[in-house]
C-alpha cells in the first residue's frame, strides 16, 4: 500500500472480547474531537484524536482494496 497515508479499515469483529471492547470503547470516549485528523468527508460519523495504536493481522487486500481476514 506504498503511497497511501491513510485507509479506512473498520469491523474488526474476531479477536476482540467484552471486556476489551470495553476498555477500548471507554478510551476512545476520552478522545473524541469534532474535527478528523486527516482530510475525510463522512456524515455520521464520531472522530477521535489519532492516539491510540491497535496491532491488527490480516492476510492480505482485496481488490477493492480492503483488508481480507482481520483480526484484533
Known amino acids: 500500500m506504498e503511497g497511501r497515508s491513510a485507509l479506512l479499515c473498520r469491523k ?3 479477536g476482540f472480547a467484552e471486556r476489551s471492547a470495553n476498555a477500548l ?3 476512545l470516549d476520552r478522545l473524541i474531537t ?3 485528523s486527516i482530510a475525510l468527508k463522512r456524515a455520521g460519523v464520531l472522530w477521535v484524536k489519532p492516539q491510540l495504536a ?3 493481522e490480516f492476510r492480505g487486500w482485496t481488490t477493492d482494496l480492503k ?3 482481520r483480526s484484533y
Request: aromatic share 6%; net charge positive.
Open 12 to 14: 474488526f469483529g474476531t
Open 25 to 27: 470503547r471507554k478510551d
Open 34 to 36: 469534532h474535527k478528523p
Open 54 to 56: 491497535a496491532e491488527i
Open 67 to 69: 483488508l481480507r481476514h
